[in-house]
Antibody
Framework: QVQLVQSGAEVKKPGASVKVSCKASGYTLTGYYLHWVRQAPGDGLEWMGWLNPNSGDTKYAQNFEGRVTMTRDTSINTAYMELSRLTSDDTALYYC????????????????????WGQGTMVTVSS | DIQMTQSPSSLSASVGDRVTITCRASQNIGNYLNWHQQKPGRAPKLLIYSASSLQSGVPSRFSGSGSGTDFTLTISSLQPEDFATYYCQRSSGAPFTFGPGTKVDIK
């Protein structure tokens, strides 16, 4: 069964960092781009960035540039998202999502679909 | 950046009703448009990709249409399990922005 399994909930203090993992099961991580999306309580979905697990290339949303790092360990089919300098505004559910049918040209990437989502990881930032 | 809007923001409907949700992009995105369904406490689920293609395993009562800047998600006969929030999302060039969502609840 194709799925993404994320690590468990985290509670962090303001100013700290958090690292969330996303393990691909039923497919090879390097075959598809991997995205991170977050959802604050009661809010909508916010795209954070993508990782090309094959090359290690990344593209981050402007709101997160300088604070987010997306990496992978292909030997264990797992991707990671680390967010630093946390504030209470970072309290949210963090999802990883796979995209398929993608290609990149002229520095822009296009995807057919975001088809598989992880179950989400709750990150709470509180003093 | 391209902005995505949805209307209505919420609607109340009855089982068996035909429901239509609209999504608009601030610039031409071709057919790079996904529709996702999200139920409380659950991850989003892909319903429609490439504006009008039904994702495998999704009931045929869901359909999508449109291209360029204007898109529509239609549920032909609303079922009890369809009460949820629906999000459109562009998938052409970063950032892959989501619409603000349309909450469908029971009348």
């Amino acid at each position: 069964q194709v799925q993404l399994v994320q690590s468990g909930a985290e509670v962090k203090k303001p100013g700290a960092s958090v690292k969330v993992s996303c393990k691909a099961s039923g497919y090879t991580l390097t075959g598809y781009y991997l995205h991170w999306v977050r959802q604050a309580p009661g809010d909508g979905l916010e795209w954070m960035g993508w990782l090309n697990p094959n090359s290690g290339d990344t593209k981050y949303a402007q709101n997160f540039e300088g604070r987010v790092t997306m990496t992978r360990d292909t030997s264990i089919n797992t991707a990671y998202m680390e967010l630093s300098r946390l504030t209470s505004d970072d309290t949210a559910l963090y999802y990883c999502a796979r995209s398929r049918g993608g290609y990149c040209t002229g520095g822009r990437c296009f995807f057919e679909a975001f088809d598989i989502w992880g179950q989400g990881t709750m990150v709470t930032v509180s003093s | 950046d391209i902005q995505m809007t949805q209307s209505p923001s919420s609607l109340s409907a009855s089982v068996g009703d035909r429901v239509t949700i609209t999504c608009r992009a601030s610039q031409n995105i071709g057919n790079y448009l996904n529709w996702h369904q999200q139920k409380p406490g659950r991850a989003p689920k892909l319903l429609i990709y490439s504006a009008s293609s039904l994702q495998s395993g999704v009931p045929s009562r869901f359909s999508g249409s449109g291209s360029g800047t204007d898109f529509t998600l239609t549920i032909s006969s609303l079922q009890p399990e369809d009460f949820a929030t629906y999000y459109c999302q562009r998938s052409s060039g970063a950032p892959f922005t989501f619409g603000p969502g349309t909450k469908v609840d029971i009348k």
